[in-house]
Structures are given as structure tokens and as C-alpha cells.
């Protein structure tokens, strides 16, 4: 059973009596990265936790190599850059079991002039959609299945070779191979562990079909929940491979001759009470009404989203005819 995020409470016990010295205060990114900092744990129950702490606005106005990118109507050169307050939010405090006495808490970022929500951040843009959702009386539930890479190399030896010319963990196909994949148990089930342990519900892990590549299934959540899960997790995947002197890759497709990388998403509504919306009892047709509707705005919106599927330019490396 996976433990529960901490109170509030519960963590200025902690940092009180030394087990925790260490908060990150962290929000992703554009690119569905953590950026934040690392406070002392005297520093934020004194001075940060009632009134957060600010960060340069930049960081949601970048590129993939955090370069800052000019056009932007919230940051840019020509608007000029100031700060956010990243404000914690309470709900998300974890206890990070693969990181020395340290916590983390995700953020929600506000406009210090005026106290309200940056509306362009990517926690407050989810918020928005699942409000919108709500108002229509149901509540969207998401579940994930996020694959990677496992090599050999550490992130500096990648780094050395260009990321060229890298040792996947295994030489072989291993989907679904049990002998083979224990051969990265290593790795893998310390990355099931620790999330686990730090309150992020970790179904089953399972190679995939390319050389070295596993997917970690993580236990289905409200929108927002899974969001966050899904940041740390990936987060925690490259952390600890890096513990191990390895290196993990989560890119669409990170080599040409190798079967590509995906981010599996099941979704569905939920009523307010808790009930699946797109159950029901009546069998005379092959899909409940709203399923099909639902079903209908995926597809009318599959083109339009693919800047959501796909963002980068790797992305594109994967849609090419009899490419996984």
C-alpha cells in the first residue's frame, strides 16, 4: 500500500525534530519538467510557508534547452521578466525516500502585484480544464502507462558521447520477459519502491519491446492528482537510475532503429459521487450515450491536439509509416 502525502502538521514535526532538513518547492515546467529550489527546513517554516517564495518568471517561458524564447506576452525580452510566487499547495506534500531527509511539495504559481493565479502556468491551465468539467457535474479520472529507456550509461557518460552511440540496458527484445527484465530489477524496482513509498500508488512495471525499455503503470487518479504524479515520477525514474550510474530516457523516439517511446492515457468522466459515468445497465446499444460523445471529441479534436500529443520536434521522429 502505497504511504499517504504528509499534513502540514506532520511535516513542521519533522522538520522541528531534524528527520527533515530539506524542502523543494517545486512547479513543472512547460516542457513537464520540476524547476523550483531546495530550502532549508528552518528557512521555510520561519519565512516561506505562510508566504512562499519567488521565482523568475522565465522558467514557463522557455525551450526545451531552457533557452528563453522572445514572443511570449507573459515573459520576454521585450515585456521585460519579473517573479512568480510559487505558493505550496498543501495536498502534495511527499516525503522523498530516495533523496537524504528531504520533502517536496508542489507549488501553484501567483502574480506578486496582485495575488492572483499565473493563468499560463501548467498546473493553473489543468486546474481551468478540470473546473470546466466539473461544472458539467463530473469529475475526470486519468491513469497512465509512461515508457523509457534504461542504459547503460550515466547521464555524464551520455553527455561525453554526444548521446550518441548509447548501450541500452538489455540486448534484447523484452516485452513481458520476466527473466530479462530481472536483469534490471536494479533499477526498476527501486523506482516501484520509492514511488510507492512516497505516496504515488505504482500498479506494475513491464519491458517493452524494444532493447532495455520498460513502462511503469502508475494507479489511476483525479486529473490534477495523476498530472503531479506523473511529474514526479519521471523525475524519480531519472534520479534514481542516476543513483545506480545509469541513465533513462523517456524521448518519443530516441533512436530511429529503435521502437519508439509512448505515454499511454486512460481517461474517463466520473459522476460526483464517485460513479463511473460511462457504466451502464442498458444493453440495447453498443456504447452508452455520453461514451460516445466523449468518444466523438476525441476524434473531432485529434488534429487540432496533436501540439498537446506530440510537442517537440522528436515527437515526429515516431509518426512514419509501420513506426511504433
Not at 4 to 13: K, Q, V
Not at 60 to 75: H, K, R, V, Y
Not at 265 to 271: D, E, G, I, R
Request: charged share 20%; aromatic share 10%.
Amino acid at each position: 500500500m502505497a504511504h499517504r502525502p504528509m499534513t502540514r502538521d506532520e511535516l513542521a514535526a519533522a522538520i522541528n525534530s531534524g528527520v527533515i532538513d530539506t524542502v523543494i518547492m517545486a512547479f513543472p515546467d512547460m516542457q513537464g519538467r520540476m524547476v523550483g529550489k531546495r530550502m532549508t527546513g528552518w528557512f521555510f517554516l520561519q519565512d516561506v510557508a505562510d508566504h512562499g517564495t519567488e521565482n523568475c518568471n522565465y522558467l514557463i517561458a522557455t525551450d526545451m534547452d531552457d533557452t528563453a524564447l522572445p514572443g511570449f506576452a507573459f515573459a520576454s525580452y521585450d515585456q521585460g521578466y519579473g517573479d512568480m510566487v510559487a505558493m505550496p499547495d498543501w495536498d502534495t506534500i511527499r516525503v522523498l525516500p530516495w533523496q537524504k531527509n528531504t520533502v517536496l511539495i508542489l507549488c501553484d504559481l501567483s502574480d506578486p502585484r496582485t495575488s492572483s493565479r499565473v493563468a499560463v502556468s501548467p498546473r493553473q491551465i489543468l486546474r481551468d480544464q478540470v473546473s470546466v468539467v466539473q461544472q458539467a457535474g463530473f469529475v475526470p479520472m486519468i491513469g497512465s502507462e509512461i515508457e523509457f529507456y534504461l542504459f547503460h550509461e550515466s547521464y555524464r557518460e551520455a553527455f561525453e558521447k554526444e548521446y550518441r552511440g548509447l548501450s541500452p540496458h538489455s540486448p534484447w527484445m523484452q516485452d513481458y520477459q520476466i527473466v530479462q527484465t530481472t536483469f534490471d530489477e536494479y533499477v526498476i524496482g527501486d523506482i516501484r519502491r520509492n514511488l510507492d513509498e512516497c505516496g504515488i500508488p505504482v500498479e506494475c512495471s513491464k519491458g517493452e519491446a524494444g532493447r532495455g525499455q520498460h513502462e511503469v503503470n502508475l494507479r489511476y487518479a483525479a486529473a490534477l492528482e495523476m498530472a503531479d504524479r506523473n511529474l514526479i515520477y519521471k523525475s524519480a525514474a531519472k534520479e534514481i537510475a542516476a543513483s545506480h550510474g545509469r541513465s533513462v530516457s523517456f524521448m518519443a523516439k530516441w533512436n530511429s532503429s529503435e521502437t519508439g517511446s509512448s505515454c499511454h492515457v486512460h481517461s474517463s468522466l466520473w459522476t460526483q459521487d464517485g460513479t463511473p459515468a460511462f457504466a451502464s445497465s442498458d444493453t440495447s446499444t453498443a456504447l452508452p450515450e455520453l461514451f460516445q460523445h466523449y468518444l466523438a471529441g476525441l476524434l473531432a479534436t485529434a488534429r487540432d491536439f496533436s501540439l498537446l500529443w506530440a510537442p517537440t520536434v522528436n515527437s515526429y521522429r515516431r509518426f512514419q509509416p509501420g513506426s511504433w
